[in-house]
């Protein structure tokens, strides 16, 4: 079985800045592309970024610029830098990965971690 674990959540005032962390566990496992989604009260869980196993990434429009997405696929763990939060960036952020175990490849969730930005 494959584990995905955020921290790094919390409170926050407007302008600050957090830092996420995802990280893997299991055995025998290959991760490739890897993303960060959110969901507020209220609305569709929606991506924030993605990076894919080499290191490309993209962004949604409402956080370029602002946050920033790496990985240390030696560690099998991501970050999101997150910096001039503002209110709306409030909601639940999950990590997911796309890992490939005993040659079937699968979509994997974390528990996700409040993230709280207060004006």
């Known amino acids: 079985q494959v584990q995905l674990v955020e921290s790094g959540g919390g409170v926050v005032q407007a302008g600050g800045s957090l830092r996420l962390s995802c990280a893997a566990s299991g055995s025998m496992f290959s991760i490739n592309t890897m993303g960060w989604y959110r969901q507020a009260p209220g609305k569709q869980r929606e991506l924030v970024a993605r990076?894919?196993?080499?290191?490309?990434?993209n962004y949604a429009d409402s956080v370029k610029g602002r946050f920033t997405i790496s990985r240390d696929n030696a560690k099998n763990t991501m970050y999101l830098q997150m910096n001039s939060l503002k209110p709306e960036d409030t909601a639940v952020y999950y990590c997911?990965?796309?890992?490939?175990?005993?040659?079937?490849?699968?979509?994997?969730w974390g528990q996700g971690t409040q993230v709280t930005v207060s004006s």
């Open positions: 990076i894919t196993r080499g290191g490309s990434t």
């Open positions: 997911k990965a796309y890992v490939l175990r005993s040659g079937l490849g699968a979509d994997y």
